[in-house]
């Protein structure tokens, strides 16, 4: 199993290698001549997993919408918008503050024409935008030229102006600075090693996550006391001691086999994209929200989620008549049942959660992870049988981890309602609002565990245990903490979860980055001069990453510090749709390009210097553009954030 795993490790580890382009979508164009008047050209766009690509007309402020752009049109019209073919998928982004339309796996662009004369030319360009849960691409062009012959009688022809474009030898003639500051600097980029990525600790993330929950569910009224019951079964079951544990490795392997099935069902039912696509629908955020707040009402003991009776006595009842392998996988089946009523609401929370990461394989690993957590007591008491005696009786104590799970659940809902909340501009669950709902939360659990406020399940000890109190200590710290994030303090614990700042009515903190400058050029002329290393921000209007690096990394008083103090901030804008003084014409790759917008030029910049294509992408060079360490992706650890910076200092100092 080690093997295994770390064979997988090497090959996750072996796709993530160095910053480089990345092309998750593919497209075909063809031009359709539906009769001597009409045509229509379609672009066709296959979509890697775990992307999706922009639809038409998103408006401003958001994300970037797949357009159809003409340079030269002769003998032709154009016959009404771009439309779309495949399945379209709505949702409300929560940092833009809108909802936006995209396409997973395939989806159709179709433009319409009118043929006006006996010959015609059509010279363009369709320009789309594509992300996924880490980086965006900048706007893409896909150049399309197509010239030809109808029936129709050379009176009828248009002819609309045309841009006449000069093919250059350089990238950028005219426009580099001084030292050849545009020159590919890839080759030194690789040798500091690999950029830094989140994902390929994701499946770790997820499998933690679920083993936590399964821990969690063992801990309640629902498992805890069927262990020792179970397990003193099978080693009396048989007078074969080897045997006895044998059939209990069984029984927790039967466990891992269920839940790791459930995981795949719900994958296989509802698909990885759809699942992701659910996290951002405000219709699915408030039945999330409401069926967590059943969940926790359930905790907190107002009633008992319960399977129909009839399936645990089937179930109980084939146990019994059957024999060997068999009926020991039917009681692990039985137990599942049994303990839904407390393992539900966690196995609900962790699906949720997991399911809406965009991994396909997310709530099998969940799922797995959950399994072996509560399978795990079952085999090692029955290898040690003498650790019975020393197990916790059954108890109040378990009551108490479930009011508690009620909480954070209930927590945990208000997350969800948040979403639906901006998605319908009700502005009842402003930052602030939801700050002082989760303050007013903590504080109640910290009441709770110090015997304060009792439920309907609880008993009526008056002590509280040492780790009570020290569970109480954490949940009222908590609460505090929270306190300045009524006046705009950043609370980066809870940014994750909090809405976004923008939506908060009073805000004093101002602890922010800006840039120096947002072209190249400039702010590389301005390092020289006062001998300072520069940080390059490859951002766009449209990526989601990006402003959560701005708002969860950024804003840390040291990260902020080291930038403004002893970087040249340059932010480039590679969806910045500013047209450039004149249209130019390069050639990248073989191919021929035509950079139009400021946004062009970045985004050449990125690809032809360093390789790269997608963001956020961040890089530390020197004042003659030599890179200072590896480049720096999304990935919203503070330290780490840190020593990328420093470390740059560091080499530019040498």
């Known amino acids: 199993m080690k093997k295994l795993s770390s064979i997988l490790l090497m090959l996750i580890l072996a796709l993530n290698v160095f910053a480089q382009i990345q092309e998750p979508v593919k497209i075909t164009t063809e031009f359709n001549k539906l009769s001597d008047s009409e045509a229509e050209i379609i672009f066709s766009a296959t979509i890697d997993e775990g992307w999706h690509l922009y639809s038409t007309d998103l408006g401003s402020g958001g994300p970037i919408s797949a357009t159809f752009n003409i340079d030269k049109l002769v003998g032709a019209e154009i016959d009404g918008k771009l439309k779309t073919e495949g399945k379209e998928i709505k949702s409300f982004d929560k940092l833009f503050e809108m909802n936006v339309r995209y396409f997973s796996n395939q989806a159709k662009f179709i433009q319409k024409l009118k043929l006006t004369s006996a010959s015609y030319e059509i010279d363009g360009f369709f320009e789309y935008g594509a992300c996924n849960d880490e980086n965006c691409l900048p706007p893409t062009q896909v150049p399309f030229k197509f010239v030809g012959e109808t029936n ?53 993330y997820i499998f933690v996550t679920g083993f936590l929950g399964g821990l969690l569910a063992l801990l309640t009224p629902c498992v805890w006391p069927i262990i020792p019951m179970t397990v003193s079964f099978f080693l009396k079951r048989s007078k074969d001691k080897k045997k006895g544990i044998r059939d209990a490795w069984t029984y927790g392997a039967s466990i891992v086999v269920i839940y790791v099935t459930l995981g795949i069902v719900i994958t296989a039912v509802f698909g990885a994209s759809a699942l992701n696509a659910l996290s951002t629908n405000a219709v699915f955020n408030i039945l999330f929200f409401l069926m967590l707040v059943v969940f926790a009402a359930s905790f907190f003991g107002a009633f008992e989620i319960r399977l129909p009776s009839k399936w645990t006595s089937s179930v109980d009842n084939k146990a019994e008549s059957t024999t060997g392998l068999l009926s020991i996988f039917l009681m692990a089946f039985t137990l599942s049942l049994v303990s839904f009523s407390c393992t539900g609401p966690i196995i609900g929370f962790l699906l949720v959660q997991v399911s809406t990461s965009g991994n396909m394989v997310a709530p099998a690993i969940g799922m797995l992870g959950f399994a072996i957590a509560l399978a795990l007591p079952f085999t090692l008491f029955a290898l040690f049988p003498s650790w019975l005696k020393s197990m916790p009786k059954s108890g109040g104590w378990m009551n108490v981890i479930k ?5 954070l659940e209930l927590a945990f809902a208000l997350k969800f309602l948040s979403v639906a909340d901006l998605a319908y501009g009700w502005r009842i669950l402003d930052r602030e609002t939801f700050l002082a709902l989760w303050i007013v939360l903590f504080m109640l659990l910290g009441f709770y565990l110090l015997g304060k406020i009792k439920f309907l399940h609880d008993d009526d000890d008056t002590k509280v245990s040492v780790p009570r109190f020290f569970m109480a200590l954490a949940s009222l710290s908590f609460a505090v903490y929270m306190v300045p994030g009524l006046w705009g303090a950043p609370l980066k614990a809870v940014s994750a979860f909090a809405p976004p700042l923008q939506t908060q009515d009073f805000n004093l903190y101002n602890n922010e980055v800006h840039a120096k400058f947002d072209d190249y050029d400039l702010g590389m002329e301005y390092a020289r001069q006062h001998n300072k290393p520069v940080m390059l921000d490859f951002t766009g209007y449209g990526c989601v990453n990006c402003r959560k690096m701005e708002l969860s990394v950024w804003t840390n008083s040291k990260v902020s510090d080291i930038i403004n103090n002893d970087y040249v901030l340059i932010t480039l804008y590679v969806d910045n749709k500013t047209p450039l003084t004149e249209p130019v014409k390069v050639i990248e790759n073989g191919s021929e390009r035509t950079l139009r917008t400021v946004g062009d030029k970045w985004s050449y910049l990125q690809r ?19 890179p200072l360490n590896k480049p720096y992706g999304f990935d919203e650890n503070v330290s780490n954030y840190i020593n990328f910076l420093q470390t740059g200092l560091e080499n530019y100092k040498k």
Not at 403 to 407: A, D, K, N, P, S
């Open 403 to 407: 009011v508690t799970l009620g909480f």
């Open 152 to 204: 129709l009688t050379k009176s009828n022809e248009v002819e609309t102006d045309n841009i006449i474009l000069e093919t250059l030898d350089q990238p950028i003639a005219g426009m580099t600075a001084p030292d050849d500051m545009w020159r590919p600097v890839i080759d030194e980029l690789h040798s500091f090693g690999n950029e830094e990525a989140v994902q390929d600790m994701s499946w770790i």
């Open 608 to 626: 032809v210097k360093f390789g790269a294509n997608a963001q956020p992408f961040y890089v530390l060079v020197d004042n003659a553009g030599i």
